[in-house]
């Protein structure tokens, strides 16, 4: 039988602090959150490794490594109100809980929306919402970070519409298997975009190629 506890501390010791990630907040969320409680039962035993679990077809969990470094990219403060595009089954939406005053996890697969219900049935600060991962949830716009756990395209313009000034969209942005790390800070009606690393994680369905018009 699988040693959660120990998978836990072993991720984090050997795929998150090795990586860059110095806030004290991201490890100890990380290593409480119960990675396996969102995956499949059958791929609980590989919920730590360093790789994409899948959930269902054609959706998938993200490494904890690249989770880690995407989360840490953002800057959270506890006074933000945060979007998670594409929360699958909630576990991001759990540990990032941890990190912001509020979170509200976007999801549009019926099947992964009602286990993430289920998962964070009792969470305070988390609302799961139903609908277009593409369209965001502007109903509890603005928010102050913006997190697409998944690859896209490009960051479509109605994400961009529902963040705060000041506020932050992090993404996994490119057509191919390694795609860019991106940030993009919006300030004053200007946004300032970098890219910070290549990752590899599975796109995240219902995002069409959208050129966006980034200003510097």
């Known amino acids: ?49 360093d790789e994409d679990v899948q959930l269902k077809e054609g959706r998938f969990l993200i490494e904890p490594m690249a989770f880690a470094r995407m989360i840490h ?7 933000d109100k945060v979007l998670v595009v ?19 996890a976007l999801e549009s697969d019926p099947e992964l929306l009602a286990l993430a ?21 502007g109903a509890e716009a603005p928010y102050d970070v913006i997190i697409v756990e998944g ?6 313009e109605s994400l961009f519409a529902q963040l705060a000034n000041e506020g932050r969209i992090v993404a996994a942005v490119g057509n191919t298997d390694v795609s860019k790390m991106q940030i993009t800070t919006l300030t004053d009606g200007h946004r300032s975009a970098r890219f910070v690393f290549d990752v590899s994680i599975a796109p995240l369905p219902g995002f069409a190629l959208e050129k966006a018009a980034f200003v510097f």
Do not use: C, W
Not at 91 to 104: D, E, M, Q
Not at 151 to 156: D, E, K, L, N, S
């Open 151 to 156: 690859r896209i395209a490009a960051v479509p």
């Open 1 to 49: 039988m699988t040693n959660f506890a120990a998978a836990r501390h072993n991720m984090v010791e050997s795929q998150v602090r090795p990586n860059g990630i110095t806030d004290h907040r991201i490890i100890d969320a990380m290593a409480q959150v119960k990675r396996e409680d969102f995956v499949p039962a059958e791929r609980k035993a590989i919920a730590y490794l």
């Open 86 to 104: 594409g929360a699958g089954t909630g576990y991001g939406a759990r540990v990032i809980a941890k990190l912001a005053k509020s979170v509200v």
């Open 117 to 137: 219900r289920g998962f964070l049935a009792g969470a305070t600060n988390i609302n799961v919402v139903e609908g277009s991962l593409a369209a965001g949830h």
């Open 73 to 79: 990219l953002a800057l959270f403060k506890p006074t």
